[in-house]
């Protein structure tokens, strides 16, 4: 079943300012990841978080997870058009990795030059 | 460098065919994944299976059939193709055993049923 939800579905901003994306889930998990898809293609693992962090970095992504609320959000600070893509959540509620993951709708982002 | 690929990235058929999906990763990765991909819906499970033989039921098993006979390749099976089963099909594995385990995925096979 369809857990996360990302909003926006669609987020057009300027090369170099910063793109927030948010995720919502619905049952507990064990940790969160984000994906990156570009057009067509297979995804790319971008970033996990455990339900015991709050905040986790790499590079010009900055995740954070409040497990109050059920929800993440994801940002990419100074976006470049190489940024494009669509983006998204999903979470595994085990563990391990091995039953799956659930994935949001995701949101398209596009980079204006 | 990991690797997933699929047999094909786009494939035609007609309704009623009998579809094969293959995806081999090079990883020895205990488990793979078949996922559907369409417009709104987001990706959906299909059929997962975490060793040589064994399968599990995903979300959206109907329609569907899976085969894993040796580790590095899990097929996914239209037993009868019907035009609702158009859609990007995604294969993803990861390995056993660890807590935080990403998923690799192939890049996908872009099938439409006539």
């Known amino acids: 079943s369809q857990q996360g939800e990302e909003d926006p579905q669609a987020l057009s901003i300027q090369e170099g300012e910063n793109a927030t994306m948010n995720c919502s889930y619905k049952?507990?998990?064990?940790?969160l990841q984000w994906y990156r898809q570009n057009s067509g293609r297979g995804l790319v693992h971008l970033i996990l978080?455990?339900?015991?962090?709050r905040e986790k970095h790499s590079g010009r992504l900055r995740v954070t997870l409040d497990t109050s609320k059920k929800s993440s959000s994801l940002l990419i600070t100074a976006s470049r058009a190489a940024d494009t893509a669509s983006y998204f959540c999903?979470?595994?509620?085990?563990?391990?990795?091995?039953?799956?993951?659930?994935f949001g709708k995701g949101t398209h982002l596009i980079i204006q030059p | 460098d990991v690797k997933v690929t699929q047999s094909s990235r786009y494939l035609v058929k007609r309704t009623g065919e009998k579809v094969f999906l293959e995806c081999v990763q090079d990883?020895?990765?205990?488990?793979m994944f078949w996922y559907r991909q369409d417009p709104g819906l987001g990706l959906r499970l299909i059929y997962f299976?975490?060793?040589?033989?064994?399968?599990e039921k995903g979300d959206i098993p109907e329609g569907y059939s899976v085969s894993r006979e040796k580790k590095e390749r899990f097929s996914l099976i239209l037993e009868s193709a019907s035009t609702n089963q158009t859609s990007m099909y995604l294969c993803?594995?990861?390995?056993?055993?660890?807590?935080?385990?990403?998923?690799?995925f192939g890049p996908g096979t872009r099938l439409t049923v006539l």
């Open positions: 999903a979470t595994d509620p085990s563990g391990g990795g091995a039953d799956g993951l659930t």
């Open positions: 993803a594995s990861n390995p056993a055993g660890g807590w935080d385990n990403e998923q690799f």
């Open positions: 299976s975490y060793d040589v033989k064994m399968k």
């Open positions: 990883m020895d990765h205990e488990n």
């Open positions: 049952t507990s998990i064990n940790n």
């Open positions: 978080i455990r339900s015991n962090e």
